[in-house]
């Protein structure tokens, strides 16, 4: 619309120059644009193939020697430049790209491991001693990087602390004892409980498993690096830990204890 506006002010186009200022159009924009339409469209010629174009059989000679064990993982700059210095040539790392990425191989081309797809755990507790929830945190020695180790495990039902232990270490060995206790108080029977932890080293441990198998009780893990799967602990160490009576750091264990 603009083309046509100063098109009918300046049909003579004497005052072209000063019109295209005032509305802030160039003139060779104008003018393109204006003879745009009154052009046929130009015929697309289809493109000549180059008289040194690799043959389909030579393409896939090509590909082939990109896929052999030697050369899997290495870039064609790589094997063009070894190839050189064989005395070998065959096309240039251009072209070595073209066959690639038309076979859809410019990428690792090597077979990737593949982290498996977690699903979100959801647990329902319906009454209590059902499914227990435990976790391990942090807190501060008397001395700098010094720290105790506080285990804990509720029952997502009542939030209930079932068992707890402070130790100076986090190990697996330190939650057997504890978990086995603690069953036996409440009367855990073999496939009445489920018992849900995130993916720490102590919560994956193999020990741990042997000793969820041989009680019946089934394990539940959250996703990696996923703490909201976990909220029942996490919140329980968060609310300890904000209370203004918590100690900045603690003198020992046994006065922890006491």
Request: proline share 7%; aromatic share 8%.
């Amino acid at each position: 619309m603009l083309m046509d506006a100063v098109a009918a002010l300046l049909p003579d186009g004497g005052l072209m120059g000063a019109a295209c200022e005032a509305l802030g159009l160039s003139r060779a924009s104008f003018h393109r644009r204006r003879t745009a339409g009154r052009r046929p469209p130009r015929a697309c010629r289809p493109r000549r193939k180059p008289a040194r174009a690799l043959a389909a059989n030579e393409r896939q000679g090509v590909l082939d020697l990109l896929r052999e064990p030697r050369f899997l993982d290495q870039a064609p700059a790589e094997v063009y430049a070894e190839l050189l210095d064989q005395g070998l040539y065959h096309c240039s790392i251009r072209t070595m790209y073209r066959i690639l990425h038309e076979n859809g191989e410019v990428k690792e081309r090597r077979r990737q491991l593949r982290h498996p797809t977690y699903t979100k755990p959801e647990l329902i507790a319906e009454g209590p001693n059902k499914v227990w929830s435990w976790d391990i945190t942090k807190l501060m020695g008397p001395a700098k990087w010094t720290y105790f180790y506080l285990y804990v495990i509720i029952d997502i039902f009542s939030r209930r602390v079932v068992a707890w232990h402070v130790a100076d270490a986090e190990t697996a060995a330190l939650f057997k004892p504890l978990f086995e206790d603690a069953a036996a108080k409440h009367g855990v029977l073999p496939g009445q409980l489920t018992l849900h932890a995130d993916r720490g080293a102590s919560m994956k441990a193999k020990a741990t498993a042997l000793l969820l198998a041989d009680l019946g009780v089934t394990k539940s893990h959250s996703r990696p690096h996923t703490s909201n799967d976990n909220p029942f602990s996490e919140s329980l160490f968060k609310t300890c830990k904000y209370q203004p009576q918590f100690p900045q750091r603690f003198g020992s264990i046994q006065g922890m204890i006491i």
